[in-house]
């Protein structure tokens, strides 16, 4: 029995030691999350789904002419509408994310109707919420590097593949930044867009607003949201482009919702920015997502509004 | 609980530690040990469903010794049918209930008759299928007398639910698996050491081989109307590797891990897909399944006795019931069925027990004749495969007729080199052991290379595997 137990952890070391130093090689490239959980706590963050994660640059914001406006850098740490649409697990991950040392820090809330949806049988029961077993929900560590507890419990391949070798980038579509903003590498000629889109909006019209509903109790974790970033510094509500076939169902969805955003930023101090009315002079890699440019556009004009004139910008 | 999960990672160790600990205070310690862990492991899943293993271990233990009470023949019939419809009952509703009322609805639609089916709704609980097959050999043992009731319920207990082989397989007998339970075991090195050899090779065939098809093979299924008949011969084709990998990944780790705990469990597969005829593949099939069916279903029938039409029946019967016994659903009777018109022709002619043996003995290559008919063989379960994974009969025969096209042959762009040159070590590393137990079977070999095949199947795994959060095919069964 010795004798086995001593091979046996003997064995196990080895293959621990190969994981210890794979973990090394972990980074942007590694899936479109992990680096948001390898990367300090931050005093300034982009919040949302994946209009946030995709559509807001922090490097616009991340520069030296606005680094007294504000205390930076800013991290985006928005996710997609499965993993972060506002609610309890959304608001607990933020609160690890968080550096609460910051006290004027910058905080780009995203917000869509859709994010602010649940499941139609459980709109309003926070405990029923899917996000809850999901990365976000689980995860217990969101700032550390390499972040082995997340490489553990979520990484979906053989650790070896943290090298990219043999095989390559395991994920030639997209890059997770330094900076949390998730870029991605597809192709953009007209016509694969006009498919990409076609799609997405057939998938939103006949599965989303099917299954989703305006969840109050996701109201209230935006607010809760918002009143617990405050005291750190200034909090921007923004509702980033979509293409009108998507904006039209929002409408369906919540049309107060521009007049429900402005209430509850002006109660809380904060501000809203409606930026789809933009729609149509930017591009889109599906109709819900900013392309690369149009999202350093609309993060330019985000900087120049919200630092630009050193006063909160209003709808 | 996974075998392919952190949890079972942190699991093993700790009931292996205790479990060990005990051995030399008594033997219902240990097995007091093994039913608490089994009952962990399975309530990991959903706890409530330990209820349905508790009454099903309860039913047939007090069935047993209620057997060996009587000697009564018409008394123990009744207590026979009990068990059988206790534990098929319970199979039935849980399983079969709504598939049969909403076919029953649709036949009457058929007929311009309407009726709103009633169902259950039940969730389909982990293994149901292979715990209430384990319970119902013992009974039927029993009743037979060729088992002696078992009187210890800890004992029978563990034997119901022994976590390694609980939700998949192997389906064990009582007569080889129950008087190990009553038994004092003792740690052994040698089979300890194999089982762990066994399990690194049942997860190289998990994570690398059938976790890496299951993505390729969704997408190609999943729009098969798309896609021409060189990748649906792809999509087949990966599909036989990932449910070998998947099944018999899964056997490998629980025979392991049996080992590890000083069990000697039955094998399950050997070396399927090397079988020269469709008899041969159903030997090294499933095997605990399928001598499962051959001894309490086919040979009670009749087996290959009595007249022509009534060899029909019972070949048609097991693989029928096979089918059904795999999913509630239409596509896995079709598969049961087509196995059994590939099998008739070969039991007609009498050639069905002409390769008892392994191909190719005392030679590294096939002769000719054994190589084609190994890739006939191969190409014949193909198109098998293509009922049991499609979604209904109607998507099986567009399959089919996609695949038997003009552009079989073209090259299809869902084609992965690497994966097909992991499934090409595979079959290389099954070929050159096909005469032992499993492939990693090494012990006989010099230290150094042991170890070289151990960290080589590492790596493979290390490099290649897939660690989603994916279910074992078969828990669904």
Known sequence: MRTFLLKVILALLIVAGFHLVAGLWADGRTDDYYLRFATPKARSLVLGGSRAAQGIHPDVFNTEALQHAFEGPLFNFGFTIAHSPYGPTYYKAIEHKLDTTARNGLFILCVDPWVLTAHRDKANDADRFKEKDRLLGTQWTFAMRPNYEYLVRHYGQGWGALSCWPKGDPDTTATLLADGRLELHIPMDSATVAARTARKVQHYRTRMMQDRVWSEVRFDWLLWTVERLRPHGRVVLVRLPATKAILELEHVLAPEFNDRMNALAGRMGASFMDLSTLADSVCYTDGNHLDGPSGRRMSELLAKRLLGTGSPAGN | MLFNSLAFALFL???????????????????????????????????????????????????????????????????????????????????????????????????????????????LPVGISFYTFQTLSYTIDVYRRQLEPCRDPLAFFAYVSFFPQLVAGPIERATQLLPQFQQRRSFDAALATDGLRQMLWGFFKKVVIADNCAPVVAEIFGHSGQHHGGTLLLGAFLFAFQIYGDFSGYSDIAIGTGRLFGFRLMRNFAYPYFSRDIAEFWRRWHISLNTWFRDYLYIPLGGSRGTRAQQVRNILAIFLVSGLWHGANWTFVAWGAFNALLFLPVMFRGTNRRNLGDAAPGRLLPTLREALGILLTFGLTLIAWVFFRATDIGHAWRYLKGLCSTTLFQASPHTDPWLIGLIAVLLGAEWLQRTRPHALDVAHLAPLTRRALYLGTFLLIFFFGRFAKTDFIYFQF
Do not use: C, E
């Open chain 2, 13 to 123: 160790p700790v009931v292996f530690a205790l479990y060990w600990a005990v051995q030399h205070r008594s033997l219902r310690l240990q097995n007091a040990l093994i039913v608490l862990a089994s009952y962990v492991f399975y309530g990991w899943w959903d706890w409530r469903f330990l209820s349905l293993i508790a009454l099903s271990s309860l039913l047939d233990l007090g069935v047993g010794v209620a057997l060996g009470n009587t000697g009564q023949a018409s008394k123990r019939r009744v207590l026979l049918g009990v068990s059988i419809i206790g534990n098929l009952g319970m199979l039935g509703v849980f399983k079969y209930f709504d598939f049969f009322a909403t076919s029953f609805a649709a036949l009457l639609a058929r007929f311009g008759l309407h009726a709103d089916p009633v169902t259950l709704g039940f969730i």
